[in-house]
């Protein structure tokens, strides 16, 4: 069964709009980490923001904010002020157990365009 | 800078013959690293979990024989893919955790192999 769900396979935005980037995760694990990626052309994959299960507060990491819903299993990424670099494909992922020795379940993913 | 170094970012290779991938933690100790491969527009998928100075543990369908993992050291994983046959060609990429809470994730910078 698929762990980490995200719905919008593509998403455009206009430049300096805000944009929230879906993702359901699936998980009976009481202790679990939600992370997001960004992934430019080039491949690499940038940490943009973590979120703890037991984090109350909602992750923030400058123009990014993870939307936590731990009763509905939703941890969308909300883009502020979107730039033209935000282009790119955008992963959301999920750790289940307490710690570093847990593999990360990606989603299958949105591609973001942002336009001028 | 980037703290988990992949290297080669981009190999060709013949039918037949292997290749080795190298992931390298910079300036901190992974006893846990992660292998996982990426098909053009899809999601990244583990391979394997590779331990220092242990087995690694493979995920279903991938053949273990064909990438072969070793962590000899806390600072060094590689990925060799040994008889490579072009349907083995992908983007192949590590992470590593730094620190024991499994909330900091970093990935190297990715390893495009073609083989022809």
């Known amino acids: 069964a698929q762990k980490i769900t995200q719905t919008q396979p593509g998403m455009f935005v206009q430049e300096k709009e805000a944009v929230t980037l879906d993702c359901t995760y699936d998980?009976?694990?009481?202790?679990?980490?939600l992370f997001w990626y960004k992934q430019p052309s080039s491949g690499e994959m940038i940490f943009l923001i973590y979120?703890?299960?037991?984090?109350?507060q909602n992750a923030t990491e400058g123009r990014y904010s993870l939307n936590f819903q731990k009763a509905r299993k939703s941890a969308n990424l909300v883009i502020s002020a979107s730039q033209l670099g935000d282009s790119a494909m955008y992963f959301c992922a999920m750790r289940e157990g307490r710690n570093s020795g847990y593999a990360l379940n990606f989603g299958k993913g949105t591609s973001l365009l942002v336009t001028p | 800078g980037a703290v988990v170094s992949q290297h080669p970012s981009w190999v060709i290779c013949k039918s037949g013959t292997s290749v080795k991938i190298e992931c390298r933690s910079l300036d901190f100790q992974a006893t846990t690293m992660f292998w996982y491969r990426q098909f053009p527009k899809q999601s990244l998928m583990l391979m394997a979990t590779?331990?220092?100075?242990?087995?690694?543990?493979?995920e279903q369908g991938v053949e273990k024989d064909k990438f072969l993992i070793n962590h000899a050291s806390l600072t060094l994983s590689t990925l060799t893919v040994t008889s490579a046959h072009p349907e083995d060609s992908s983007f192949y990429i590590c992470s590593a955790s730094i620190g024991t809470a499994g909330n900091t994730i970093y990935f190297g910078e990715g390893s495009w192999l073609t083989v022809v």
């Open positions: 998980t009976s694990d009481q202790s679990y980490g």
């Open positions: 979120q703890g299960s037991y984090d109350e």
């Open positions: 590779s331990n220092e100075g242990s087995k690694a543990t493979y």
